[in-house]
């Protein structure tokens, strides 16, 4: 059975810790290098249901793509929900490790999951690496569909592809324009527009997309936009990231066992639709209806088949 210290030096070969962001927080958070690791657990948040998921599993070691502390702190005290979740691990000699911003720019790394999710073949990273001789590396991806389809088709595709959230997607764009190109981002992409229109592609698939960046973007022109849960564009990394560390311990003779955390944890647990419009009165001397009750009743977003997506 491996140490810890063995399956981190695995992990960091997979996300150098060097290739996060200077203001990420990557590596262990807690844990003892020298105990030995039989399981581990994959996930995105490290969150109380999550810890819990864990020690009920029995693992060892729970690996997430978000940090526990992206800022320094001053208590790890169980009066805080961050220090429950420490006393909680390591408690129950549970460690953490957190792979963020150097996943995102691996390759394989979290757009690449995202990108074979929602059946896209990869031709390249959105924002490429620098220091990647063979060009790879970097943030996003972008890739073209096997054969183009309509926008609405494509956003099906997506939300049948990717783990169920109470908000599904939402898309901007017309519902019936041909894609065949595609840009991805695991978790919030709006700071990568202009890379997007340089890429050309006809949609752009991330997540946390807010008004007057998606309002601007469409604007300036293609591409269509499909925003998911944060959550949900970041989880296929964490199948894929359990099946490298399968093969690393297979290739060790480690007997070492993954699981992936199938707990939503996307923060977003219901949507509720605006009601259906009511019936155009008879009577044309009826009151018109207000200007918000009008917005909503004629919303400019597109309709898709997919079960999670009401707009
Ligand atoms: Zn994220």
Redesign the pocket.
Known sequence: MPTLSDVIAALEVLWPPERAESWDAVGLVCGNPDAEVGRVLFA?DPVQEVVDEAVGLGAQLLVT??PLYLRGTTTVAATTFKGRVVHRLVENGVALHVAHTNADRAAPGVSDALAAAVGLRVTGPLVPDPTDPDGRRGLGRVGELPEPTTLAAFAARAAAGLPRTATGLRVAGDPDATVRTVAVC???GDSLFDDVRRAGVDVYLTADLRHHPASEALQAGPPALVDAA?WAT?WPWVEQAAAQLDDIAARNGWGLETSVSRTVTDPWTAHTPNPAPAPAPEDSSAPAPSPAAGAAAAPRSVPTSSPGAPR
Do not use: A, I
């Open positions: 995105v793509h978000h695991g978790g919030s944060h970041e």
